[in-house]
């Protein structure tokens, strides 16, 4: 699994942190921008208060540098953070999400928010359409973990996140909550925490609403709101304010604040990029913390039960890339076996497709008890030796020359076609369909290029997803998904093209030829590519000289 990861976290100076922060909308563009580098085949961008992190997945011996990229795509100069980023690969790499999604690696030691941000990051990856597999399965393996560590493990001692820190400050500062008024700046979820820790310390709080929308808008029990635009109003005689946006800008500036009659004498800044101008704080009378400022200095040993669930974790991780490392193998070993048994006695071309469905159901079955004890050297060294003990010339074979495929023209004006497949072939299929009026959805996390017309659901194929269909094409990269799509097509009686094994399909794509009120299609039996493709010149010449 070629995985590499760059980031930045809290102990890296806010100047710099907040150089490399973005609001969602900006990872789904910086997503995009960094998966069509060279090398780079799927890229998953985390970025909070107190993190940003990028995950690449990356094609077999590349080796780009996730924060050369990162800091190219988001038009910062890289030599400011080159004493700075944190970098993994490989396994290192899978631990560190791992640990960042159970709170292990945050400022505020097991704290509650990261988690969903982590399931956030891959949720704006797969709307980029950039994550791919090995992504996936690393993010939905790292909330596994960080799911476990935070119900099985105890961390005792550690506040559960910045606001709480940040409540438990003010109040040591200002001598008890209690009967104090307080303003909150922003309504997301930090900022509702935030609210709602205060009430619960007996505050009297206002937080401040962009919009409000009833039945859609939440507002934290106990809470008076105020107008955004209308926070400096808001802001008179209180005595504490905290603020927690995901704004571009400042949301409180040093000369507002001074300007103010009798303003808040203590301010927390939850954001980042940071909400309060930080001169804010060197005004007479003022105190101002940030993130920094709010950090809990605890053990940070990782308990012997976190470790426990992080290696059970690891390790099935370890066996899901094995199992896809393997697959090849499995596909040789299959291939072996049906040689083997063919060369005994066997009567009619039946017999072997008989076979072949045996063998592949008999491989799928095993492997799937066994993948953890087996690997694709051994699955080499297994077809080896079964083809080493086939004899040369098997007392069977099929026919030398495959009959031709029948010619079958249909109508597939206003029906669904689907294609399973983002690459140059599957657009090609698509454009194709579309030309003949089909109505076409191609389903995959990527596409090479986007086809006018078409319905491009960016995910990866899922069961059932051919049902219904006029015909279906199966045209990914991925033997494994091109042979489940042929088969699910085959079981629901739906025409099925499967772009690399001539075998699955039960229709062949011909070689379009179209003149003014003529359509031809050429096919061969697959074996010249290039002699169809002669052909098909010849006859659309033909066509277009007909009137």
Not at 498 to 524: K, Q
């Amino acid at each position: 699994m070629n995985i590499r990861m760059a980031g930045l976290d809290w102990h890296v100076p806010i100047q710099l942190r907040e150089q490399l922060s973005f609001p969602r909308g900006r990872v789904v563009e910086l997503n995009r921008l960094i998966r069509d580098n060279p090398g780079v085949e799927g890229c998953a961008l985390l970025s909070t208060c107190n993190r940003t992190e990028l995950y690449l997945s990356c094609a077999e011996g590349a080796e780009p540098d996730p924060a050369g990229l990162l800091c190219a795509a988001a038009g910062v100069d890289d030599a400011a953070f080159a004493d700075f980023f944190t970098t993994c690969t490989g396994e290192a790499a899978a631990r560190r999400l791992m640990e960042v999604a159970g709170g292990l690696r945050s400022q505020i030691w097991g704290e509650d928010q990261i988690l969903t941000q982590v399931k956030g990051a891959i949720s704006a990856a797969r709307e980029a359409g950039t994550a791919d597999g090995v992504l996936e399965t690393l993010f939905r393996s790292a909330a596994a973990a960080g799911k476990a560590l935070k119900t099985r493990v105890r961390l005792t001692g550690v506040p559960r996140s910045a606001a709480q820190s940040a409540v438990e400050r003010l109040a040591r500062e200002i001598g008890g909550l209690s009967g104090k008024r307080a303003l909150v700046i922003g309504n997301g979820e930090m900022g509702r925490l935030a609210a709602a820790l205060l009430v619960e310390a007996g505050c009297a709080v206002t937080i401040t609403l962009r919009s409000y929308h009833h039945g859609e808008t939440v507002v934290p029990a106990g809470c008076a709101v105020a107008p955004y635009e209308k926070r400096y109003e808001a802001m008179e005689g209180m005595d504490l304010l905290i603020s927690a946006t995901a704004s571009p800008h400042y949301t409180l500036s040093a000369g507002e604040l001074s300007a103010a009659a009798n303003p808040p004498r203590l301010l927390a800044d939850l954001a980042i990029p940071r909400d309060i101008d930080p001169a804010a704080g060197e005004l007479p009378g003022i105190t101002l913390y940030n993130v920094d400022d709010l950090g809990v200095e605890v053990e940070r040993a990782i308990p012997p039960e976190a470790e426990e669930i992080l290696e059970k974790h690891l390790g099935q991780l370890e066996q899901w890339e094995n199992y896809r490392a393997c697959l090849p193998g499995l596909e040789r070993v299959k291939q072996a076996v049906i040689r083997r048994v063919l060369s005994t006695d066997l009567d009619g071309p039946e017999a072997r497709e008989l076979v072949e469905l045996a063998v592949s159901r008999a491989v799928d079955l095993l492997s799937g008890g066994l993948k953890e004890g087996f690997t694709p050297e051994e699955l080499e060294k297994c077809a080896d030796k079964i083809d080493l003990h086939t004899p040369a010339k098997p007392r069977w074979s099929r026919p030398a020359e495959r009959p031709f495929r029948f010619p079958l023209f249909i109508d597939l004006a206003g029906r669904r076609a689907v294609i399973i497949g983002g690459g140059a072939v599957a657009c090609r299929r698509a454009e194709v369909l579309k030309g003949f009026g089909a109505e076409v959805i191609l389903i995959a996390p990527r596409c090479k290029r986007q086809v006018e017309g078409i319905d491009w659901q960016q995910r990866p194929y899922a069961p059932g997803d051919v049902a219904g269909a006029a015909v279906a094409v199966a045209a990914t990269d991925d033997r494994a998904v091109n042979r489940a799509v042929g088969e699910e097509a085959r079981a629901l009686g739906v025409p099925v093209s499967v772009a690399d094994c001539p075998d699955e399909c039960t229709f062949f794509f011909p070689a379009i030829c179209t003149g003014e009120h003529l359509v031809a299609g050429v096919a061969g039996r697959g074996t010249d590519h290039a002699l169809t493709a002669r052909a098909a010149k010849a006859i659309r010449a033909t066509l277009e000289g007909l009137e």
